[in-house]
């Protein structure tokens, strides 16, 4: 048989561990390489042999539910938080309140739910990138306009933001950056 340098790829290949473009080109080589040919059908037959080792378990009666709620996505979905997912966190600022439902790491994109108590106040800050702010409940309230529920504002980026507070209370629909940096007041 002859002598092949991409042997070593073969069993890779059989495994589905070749990135898609390497596993690509490998199909294309394994067509006019009859010692690459043999080495996969080699590897698979020792996969099967393999797996016939592992000792038989029963997955728990709820694991598949389980799996298919938590860990499938909709077809077109890149994240999925339901409401009763939601996890408030605390803030450095007193009676505020986050949830964050999604981050773009490559943008510093963070898509966030903000809540604040009656009477809590957040900072002045400087926006890194576009800010979206969509009040879904109560008030928010600026040195110099006031948002209510169904109002939106975009923060322009580079800019600061004044301070702003609620008088009733408020939940917010933010996107905002990670870059964003808020001012010691």
């Known amino acids: 048989m002859q002598q092949c340098g991409q042997k070593d790829r073969a069993s890779l290949y059989a495994l589905g ?3 898609p473009d390497e596993s690509s080109a490998f199909e294309l080589h394994v067509n006019t390489c009859s010692t690459c040919a043999e080495e996969i059908r080699e590897s698979g037959d020792m996969a099967v042999e ?10 728990p009666a709820n694991l598949r ?12 979905v890149l994240a999925l938080v339901r ?3 939601i996890h408030w966190q605390d803030t450095p600022f007193q009676g505020v309140f986050m949830a964050r439902l999604y981050e773009d790491s490559v943008r510093g994109e963070l898509t966030s739910l903000v809540k604040m108590l009656p009477g809590a106040r957040y900072p002045s800050h400087n926006h890194a990138g576009l800010e979206h702010c969509y009040v879904i409940q109560g008030d928010l309230v600026f040195e ?6 169904g109002d939106y504002s975009a923060g322009t980026p580079g800019k600061d933001h004044t301070a702003a507070t609620t008088q009733n209370g408020c939940v917010l629909f933010i996107i905002h950056n990670s870059a964003d940096q808020v001012h010691a007041n």
């Open 83 to 85: 409401g009763k997912q």
């Open 17 to 19: 561990l070749l990135e």
């Open 65 to 76: 539910q389980r799996t298919l709620s938590e860990a499938v996505l909709p077809r077109g």
């Open 50 to 59: 393999l797996t016939k080792s592992l000792p038989v378990s029963t997955p």
């Open 144 to 149: 110099d306009h006031t948002l209510n529920a």
